[in-house]
């Protein structure tokens, strides 16, 4: 069993230690971590957890843990991944890996010199509708060959405001961001799941003039460019609620279409001919079930990759990748030109 530390018991936190029971395997709940001392103490009764720490440098000196989950405010990922490697503990991470490529980069050459695993809990690559879509794409049935797609994905909230311990997630001076990083990073890596690498970037930013909250990003729009070719239009949006399955993956093949979103998959066929050929629209199909939620998968594939059965999907080099679309996604706003990641990070950094 690898014995974890939870340093953080908000949502995310509470989310890891459901997580970890559900999975009933491989991982076990060593301690919780939370700087807040009555928060801490009544989280901990209500999860059954004995052991707290108000410090999570107290964590990393307990020689009966193994691992800790860092679940903090986004630019504290970075520095306690950085002692946490140094004390020899192995690290799952909170999405995103951290705030920067460059802040990525040292996290992971801070595990590989401390010969630990850095993982991310991304749980958007366990969904089902990711593993279905992916097959989907691979063996090209039923729609035949991809040749482009789109993904809508928002709701609406004119005050990008979340409420009591979880308001520093949109308030960038408390080491909060826009939808674009906060629920971007999930769509993002989604995307590589689905599709395969991103290859360059390109879009545009919006603010609505009902939009209370012009110092971030209200909604994100434009076209990832795919390694294998293939363009995709993205909206990633905190403006405009997309009603009933306008959003999700529209995916298009030389031999049909296919809609998927949150709730099932719906197939729309084409006899082969010309511009006249017949559209056949096809029952709304629900997705394979999974034995274990996402929020699940993700630890066991955590523990997997620490003991070395498996690697998973969400490895640190896998997510900066995503976090590096995320960069690319504003500096190609701020800019108004494509990004190339390449060229913009460097193969080595893309690995």
């Given at each position: 069993m690898l014995r974890t530390a939870i340093i953080g018991t908000g949502w995310a936190g509470t989310r890891h230690v459901e997580a970890i029971r559900e999975l009933g395997r491989k991982l076990s709940?060593?301690?919780?971590?939370?700087?807040?001392?009555?928060?801490?103490?009544?989280?901990?009764?209500?999860l059954g957890?004995?052991?707290?720490?108000?410090?999570?440098?107290?964590?990393?000196?307990?020689?009966?843990?193994?691992?800790v989950s860092i679940c903090t405010p986004h630019e504290l990922h970075c520095p306690m991944a950085l002692e946490a490697a140094k004390a020899g503990k192995h690290i799952l991470c909170e999405k995103p890996l951290a705030l920067h490529v460059k802040d990525a980069t040292r996290m992971i050459r801070a595990a590989e010199r401390g010969g630990v695993t850095?993982?991310?809990?991304?749980?958007?690559?366990?969904?089902?509708?990711a593993r279905y879509l992916r097959?989907?794409?691979?063996?090209?049935?039923?729609?035949?060959?991809?040749?482009?797609?789109?993904h809508v994905w928002g709701f609406r909230m004119e005050r990008f405001r979340y409420p009591g311990r979880r308001e520093w997630l949109t308030r960038p001076e408390m080491g909060g961001t826009g939808t674009w990083m906060l629920h971007g990073i999930h769509t993002i890596a989604q995307i590589r799941r689905i599709f395969g690498e991103v290859k360059t970037v390109y879009m545009r930013e919006h603010h609505a003039g009902t939009f209370r909250t012009p110092e971030i990003e209200g909604s994100m729009v434009g076209v990832l460019t795919l390694e294998s070719g293939v363009p995709l239009a993205l909206a990633q949006t905190c403006e405009s609620r997309p009603g009933g399955d306008m959003k999700g993956y529209q995916l298009f093949g030389d031999r049909g279409s296919l809609k998927g979103w949150d709730e099932g998959w719906r197939v729309f066929a084409h006899d082969a001919g010309d511009a006249g050929s017949a559209v056949r629209a096809a029952a709304v199909q629900p997705y394979p079930e999974q034995p274990l939620s996402p929020y699940a998968q993700e630890m066991e594939a955590f523990a997997d990759t620490v003991s070395g059965a498996a690697v998973g999907f969400t490895t640190a080099r896998s997510e900066r990748r995503s976090l590096a679309v995320v960069e690319a996604g504003y500096l190609s706003a701020a800019s108004g030109k494509p990004v190339?990641?390449?060229?913009?990070?460097?193969?080595?950094?893309?690995?």
């Amino acid at each position: 069993m690898l014995r974890t530390a939870i340093i953080g018991t908000g949502w995310a936190g509470t989310r890891h230690v459901e997580a970890i029971r559900e999975l009933g395997r491989k991982l076990s709940v060593a301690a919780l971590v939370d700087t807040d001392a009555d928060f801490l103490a009544e989280r901990a009764r209500e999860l059954g957890i004995e052991k707290t720490y108000t410090d999570y440098r107290d964590a990393l000196a307990d020689d009966s843990v193994d691992a800790v989950s860092i679940c903090t405010p986004h630019e504290l990922h970075c520095p306690m991944a950085l002692e946490a490697a140094k004390a020899g503990k192995h690290i799952l991470c909170e999405k995103p890996l951290a705030l920067h490529v460059k802040d990525a980069t040292r996290m992971i050459r801070a595990a590989e010199r401390g010969g630990v695993t850095l993982y991310v809990a991304e749980n958007n690559a366990y969904t089902a509708q990711a593993r279905y879509l992916r097959r989907v794409v691979e063996s090209g049935e039923p729609i035949g060959e991809l040749i482009f797609a789109v993904h809508v994905w928002g709701f609406r909230m004119e005050r990008f405001r979340y409420p009591g311990r979880r308001e520093w997630l949109t308030r960038p001076e408390m080491g909060g961001t826009g939808t674009w990083m906060l629920h971007g990073i999930h769509t993002i890596a989604q995307i590589r799941r689905i599709f395969g690498e991103v290859k360059t970037v390109y879009m545009r930013e919006h603010h609505a003039g009902t939009f209370r909250t012009p110092e971030i990003e209200g909604s994100m729009v434009g076209v990832l460019t795919l390694e294998s070719g293939v363009p995709l239009a993205l909206a990633q949006t905190c403006e405009s609620r997309p009603g009933g399955d306008m959003k999700g993956y529209q995916l298009f093949g030389d031999r049909g279409s296919l809609k998927g979103w949150d709730e099932g998959w719906r197939v729309f066929a084409h006899d082969a001919g010309d511009a006249g050929s017949a559209v056949r629209a096809a029952a709304v199909q629900p997705y394979p079930e999974q034995p274990l939620s996402p929020y699940a998968q993700e630890m066991e594939a955590f523990a997997d990759t620490v003991s070395g059965a498996a690697v998973g999907f969400t490895t640190a080099r896998s997510e900066r990748r995503s976090l590096a679309v995320v960069e690319a996604g504003y500096l190609s706003a701020a800019s108004g030109k494509p990004v190339d990641l390449e060229a913009r990070f460097g193969r080595g950094r893309l690995a």
